[in-house]
Every structure is written in C-alpha cells, then in structure tokens.
C-alpha cells in the first residue's frame, strides 16, 4: 500500500504562484517497477478529472498537459518520496481540487487516464480569484 498526503493549497489571485506537496509513504516507490509514475490531476466543480502533470519515478522525465506547459513545474525530492508542483502565472481556470496520484503499471502512452492510477492522495483545493 501507498499512502498519499497533498498539501498547499490555498486560495491566490490571478498572475500568482502556489506549491503544492505531495509525500508519498509506506512503500518505497524505488523498489516498485520501474514504470512507477506520480501525477497531478484536477477536477473543477461540474467537470470530469483531468491530467495536469506526471513524472517518471525513474529517471525524473516530466510531462505536463498543454493547458498548464510553461508555467507549471514538476519535480521531486527522490529521498523524501515528495514530489512538487510549482505552480506560477496562475488563471482562474486553474481553480480546482488537485489530487495526488501514483501507479507502477503506467506508461507513457497511459499516464493521462484517471482510472488506470490506484493509489490517491486526499486532495486539495486551489482557488485562483479574478
């Protein structure tokens, strides 16, 4: 089992910058297979969840989806098991509730499907106010 703790976020006018944090525990995701992936999805009220940001475990490739490519950053503290999201130039449309989420059977090609990830951290909301 994986545990999954987000923190961070908060509420942030347009143009601002938040960090959010998410520590992963109870397994070492350096002994899961190497195709362990953390992500960051969001869900906006009414709308389904979708994929923000992924990093390969091994090897530390980020991927970002083309909403949020170029202002925000991925990355991690590989002996923490934390990962980051450095998020900056914030929209509005970035309001949402952004989960943690980690899996050792995720590919490239799959890393942006919601359902094939098992493991979720509890969430936190992000507000960005116009």
């Known amino acids: 089992q994986v545990r999954l703790v987000e923190s961070g976020g908060g509420l942030v006018q347009t143009g601002g910058s938040l960090r959010l944090s998410c520590a992963a525990s109870?397994?070492?995701?350096?002994?899961?297979?190497?195709?362990?992936?953390m992500a960051w999805f969001r869900q906006a009220p009414g709308k389904e969840r979708e994929f923000v940001a992924a990093?390969?475990?091994?090897?530390?490739?980020?991927f970002y989806a083309d909403s949020v490519k170029g202002r925000f950053t991925f990355s991690r503290d590989y002996a923490k098991q934390t990962v980051y999201l450095q998020m900056d130039s914030l929209k509005p449309e970035d309001t949402a509730v952004y989960y943690c989420?980690?899996?050792?059977?995720?590919?490239?090609?799959?890393?942006?499907?919601?359902?094939?990830?098992?493991?979720w951290g509890q969430g936190t909301q992000v507000t960005v106010s116009s």
């Open positions: 990093i390969k475990w091994s090897g530390g490739s980020t």
């Open positions: 109870g397994r070492s995701l350096s002994a899961l297979f190497s195709n362990t992936f």
């Open positions: 989420a980690v899996d050792s059977s995720i590919t490239t090609a799959t890393m942006r499907q919601v359902e094939l990830y098992d493991y």
